[in-house]
């Protein structure tokens, strides 16, 4: 199985390799001297772009993990067994996912100030408005995933003396873990290519750096050929991260080995 992935993965990249000469040829008159790596103005602009690349990676990573932690908690709080926390975290998850992220974006930048005297940067809107959103998917997540686990396993951690928190964090939440982790790795390339929507706040982001060279170069074509081809690098080395970890996590016998 290990081979036959290994040879299906050499051929994806024997055949971008073979694209690569073809789509040279095509475009041998579309303008391709504003990004190529030969003249001094088309590395400036290619640094341009991957210097964007830095702050997709930094405002995704970070709305990820808070993300995550908060939609636990609202997965937990589901799953609670009392009614008024139960009630509260449906009332999260549901008002939450029924506002657009643009319109949350905005929201966050333009509105936090005048409602609560808070203002935030580019950088601290776009972390917040992508957690908030991103957690009430991941609760949706959790909650699944613990919901999966057979009563015997919760019966048998409490035979041993576990409860609460502890019952969780060594038996429960591990095995979930295994279940959800498609489902997160889906979600976590949901969030690289949501993160493109902060460059209506100004975030420098690569979808915004490649807007401002645009104006400047009159080359969109190219420019935003090369911004598709970044954040495909970006979902291709996420993708094969969550799968060298599901494999890594699978239980021995696990066909994901």
């Known amino acids: 199985m290990r081979g036959a992935r290994r040879r299906c993965g ?3 990249a024997l055949l971008l390799l073979a694209l690569l000469p073809l789509l040279a040829s095509c475009g041998a008159g579309w303008g391709w001297y504003v990004v190529t790596p030969t ?7 290619l640094l341009f772009l991957l210097d964007g690349m830095v702050w997709t ?33 449906r009332v999260w998850v549901e008002g939450i996912r029924a506002i657009p992220l643009l319109v949350l974006i905005l929201w966050v930048y333009y509105g936090l100030p005048v409602v609560a ?9 776009g972390v917040l408005a992508l957690a908030l959103s991103d957690s009430a998917f991941e609760a949706e997540i959790f909650r699944a995933g613990i919901q999966s686990i057979e009563r015997g396993q919760h019966e048998a951690a409490e035979a041993l003396g576990l409860s609460g928190w502890r019952k969780y964090r060594f038996v429960i939440l591990p095995q979930a873990l295994r279940r959800i982790l498609p489902a997160l790795g889906n979600q976590f390339v949901y969030m690289i290519k949501m993160s493109a929507l902060v460059s209506v706040i100004g975030m420098q982001e690569l979808t915004r750096r490649a807007n401002e060279l645009v104006v400047v170069e009159y080359r969109p074509l190219e420019i935003y050929t090369v911004l598709v081809l970044e954040y495909l690098v970006l979902i291709l080395l996420v993708s094969s991260a969550v799968r060298r970890l599901e494999r890594r996590l699978a239980l021995p016998g696990d066909s994901r080995r």
């Open 39 to 45: 003249t001094p103005s088309g590395r400036a602009n």
């Open 117 to 125: 005297g808070v203002s935030l940067g580019p950088f601290a809107a």
């Open 10 to 12: 050499r051929g994806r």
């Open 57 to 89: 990676v930094a405002l995704s990573a970070t709305a990820i993990l808070l993300g995550v932690a908060v939609g636990l908690l609202v997965a937990l709080l589901a799953l609670s067994g009392r009614p008024f926390l139960e009630r509260l975290a």
